[in-house]
């Protein structure tokens, strides 16, 4: 079920209520078991037993690595859980993008072969669930967790509802140890937790759904040339909007777990205020980064290796993270393109990291407002359904199209200019702290309107239950 | 004592612990450099809530009260989940209502169940193609009841991709991927939505308020036709009535509205990314596909024992003659009965249904679409051959 729905607003009254009326530790946890997997069987419900199976797949492998003596051994059953867990996604995510690119090369060569459509529905959040359960074995494999002894526990930490079906990706290590001891109640951390709630549902709800996402629609789903201006405003739209949709859920899950006494860590930290695109990856989707960082850039060697080499393990690193948002090639593009936006920062820090000028205030603006301006680029790919519509996009961005039509009216480029700056001017105004930070920092009577207007905010719009951009992934 | 945020900070900052063997103490269950807390702000929360609770109910129960003083009443909004509940209800030979915004206000279930022997199911929508959920239902290969299809050209020819069939592939699309938790959420939303009169999906949400903004627009600027405002209730069977501020003559609202369906109803320009004339072709070709579409259906669900009649419904005023003229008898209603052979009821061809008027050009006002269904009826059995 959706964040923003009424089913999850009853859903979530009843588990907190009963949750905190229940005094055993392992009452509790049974609990959350069941809520997780109702949230999740609300979507489609023979789905939640495939993700039962690849959770105790993944609980029988943890053991078993656990006990190798070897380490062979425990590399064979890391391998068999890998395998096990690329496979569901690769068969589920990957199918018929395999099935259509095996298509494409046999054509290439002459051979005409058409394979059947294979009709799977992907199951929500697979991408999600499946690294939840596969940090454990890599973990456990890595020597920096133990496994579990609890069955229970484990399918709790992968099947904890806040995080489920579209992140943060949290890492058993990371969230087993929470369920050692029982978790006090709190009235601060739980009304915080509301109050993070009700800020993740303004994001979604209010900036990227109303006031964002049609002018990206609009723009990205026009079938014409477009001027400049239109181009450039669906597009800084979709990058608000892809902000807004996906920080707003993780600080929904945040908000959600901290009412049931659950501590996640930040998956965005003002990512628009980067300055550059390492900084950049460090502050979005950091989940997903650092992820992608310890499991796959530092065993290819990160950047302790040559420098060539280390360029193109970051390529690598880009190339897959851009094909785990979707089997398209639009998404690969974004990934190395991120990767080559990497390589080429890289070179720079080499070149100019010493020079004067390189630190000061201007060049640091410039260098955050390029690395904005070259993130938005990217967007087109990942946004754009084909390569038509991207290069189509890419080429009225850039002035190709000065006779093409306009599409955006006055109030749809005032919103997303407003929202805009207003997003730009916050995540630069809190780059260096955290929301936290703020909320202690800025006078109550503003904390308290702010939460207020959020509120008020989401019951006037309504919630259209709009599905969340990374529900797909 | 260092501050939380302090703290906070240095433990995002930990580094992980690559490829080390951790001690003892660093394994699961929790060891210190694996645990994270996160800060809680110092700030006075249950007094800030309280006053948060009051603000926002205040400034809700504020909005209602002005909603409803400015005319506003509670009733269901139609979307996709509730058009889905009345699909879920068809069984094989049901008596069902497709269409356009016409069929859905101008008839009167209760009458219709009164001549015709079956309660119908409306599925007809606002703004809305009913060729897709007409194919649907000749794809369902039980189906071999009646069908009512309400045709307004303008609409019912709609080419792919435009807002009137993605309205009707979103409901059929609903329809077959509607999960457990939208069910519900359906059914949660009734009361509330029965009771609120603020909770108007289409006219009263954020979005909505803002595009009533007068902003200026830029010369040649493609921006879409406003749609028009609330002037109609629905009850859970989605029957559609008109409110009685509409429906009363010369009214102000359904005077604006009336000004609302002339650019609705007005083709736009060509586009300007390719020739004219390709354009129309284009459109020719989307047209007489959608002939040939309808034909396929309708004989797929004749072939199966099913019937269909397809019913023009009253309109009026400044729209009749934008109607006439843009999509006349002779293109769209003439060959429509012809290539499918199935019957058709034109509203102007008998007395007895001409003479209504349509208060916003479009629709009956509530009290005439019961006395209309009275007399459609006999034409219905006639053409159904009941």
Known sequence: ?473 | MRSFISNFKERLRLPRLFFRQPSRAEQIHGGPPLEFERPIPPVPWRGMTVIVVVVVVAATAAWELYCRSIGYGPTLNDNEDLWTLRRRSVTPESLVIVGDSRGWYDVDLDEFQKGLGKRPIQLAMGGGCGYPVLADLAKDESFHGTIICSVTPRLFFAPPGTPPMERGEKAVKRFHNQTPAQRASQYLAFPLEEHVAFLKQEELTLDNLLKRLPTPNRPGALVPPRLPPYFGTLDRERRARMIEECARPGSELAKRIQQIWIPLFTPPPPPTYIPKEQFMTKIGEAIGGRFHDITTAVEKIRSRGGKIVFVRFPHSGGLKELEDRETPRAKTWDPLLKMTGAPGIYYSDFPELAGFNCPEWSHLSAGDSVEFSKRLVPHLRAALKM
Request: glycine share 8%; hydrophobic share 55%; net charge positive.
């Open chain 1, 1 to 473: 079920m959706l964040f923003n729905s009424l089913t999850f607003v009853v859903f979530f009254v009843v588990v907190v209520t009963l949750y905190w009326s229940i005094a055993s530790w392992t009452l509790r946890k049974n609990l959350l078991v069941v809520a997780g997997y109702i949230f999740y069987g609300a979507w489609n419900p023979p789905f939640a037993a495939l993700l039962f199976s690849t959770t105790a797949m993944d609980f029988w492998l943890g053991r078993q690595i656990g006990k190798a003596k070897d380490r062979h051994a425990k590399r064979r059953w890391l391998v068999a859980s890998v395998c096990m867990n690329l496979s569901m996604l690769g068969f589920f995510k990957y199918g018929n993008f395999l099935l259509q690119n095996f298509q494409w090369l046999l054509a290439r060569i002459g051979i005409i072969y058409q394979p059947p459509h294979l009709d799977i529905l992907l199951p929500v959040g697979i991408s999600f669930y499946t690294f939840h359960s596969l940090s454990y074995t890599l973990d456990i494999y890595r020597g920096v967790l133990q496994p579990t002894k609890s069955l229970r526990d484990f399918i709790l930490a992968v099947s904890f509802f806040p995080q489920l079906v579209a992140g943060p990706i949290v890492r058993a290590g990371d969230f087993l140890p929470q369920l050692v001891r029982p978790q006090p109640l709190r009235t601060g951390q739980f009304l915080w937790g509301v109050a993070m709630m009700t800020l993740g549902l303004f994001e979604k709800i209010v900036l990227a759904d109303t006031l964002l996402s049609g002018s990206a629609d609009r723009v990205f789903g026009y079938v014409g040339p477009l001027v400049a201006l239109d181009s450039w405003a669906g597009v800084i739209a979709f990058a608000g909007q892809i902000f807004f949709d996906f920080a707003g859920y993780s600080t929904c899950a945040i908000g959600a777990a901290l009412t049931l006494g659950f501590h996640l860590k930040d998956n965005f930290r003002f990512p628009y205020a980067a300055i550059g695109f390492s900084d950049f990856w460090r502050r979005w989707h950091i989940s997903l980064s650092t992820f992608l960082r310890d499991y796959l850039y530092i065993p290819l060697g990160g950047n302790q290796v040559r420098p060539f080499r280390a360029a193109l393990n970051l390529v690598i690193v880009m190339f897959l993270g851009g094909l785990w948002h979707g089997a398209a090639w639009t998404f690969v593009v974004w990934g190395l393109l991120h990767g080559s936006y990497l390589v080429i920062e890289r070179v720079c820090r080499i070149l100019f990291e010493d020079k004067a000028w390189a630190n000061n205030l201007a060049t640091r603006v410039l260098a955050g407002a390029a690395t904005y301006a070259a993130v938005c680029i990217a967007w087109v790919y990942f946004r754009a359904a084909d390569f038509t519509i991207a290069s189509r996009m890419l080429g009225g961005m850039f002035g190709q199209h000065p006779h093409g039509d306009a599409i955006l009216s006055t109030r749809e480029m005032l919103q997303v200019a407003l929202v805009t700056v207003g997003m730009i001017s916050v995540h630069w105004s809190l780059r260096d702290s955290n929301i936290e930070t703020a909320v202690t920092r800025l006078p109550r009577w503003t904390v308290t309107a702010a939460w207020a207007l959020m509120a008020c905010a989401i019951i006037l719009t309504q919630g259209t239950s709009n599905a969340f951009i990374y529900f797909q992934f």
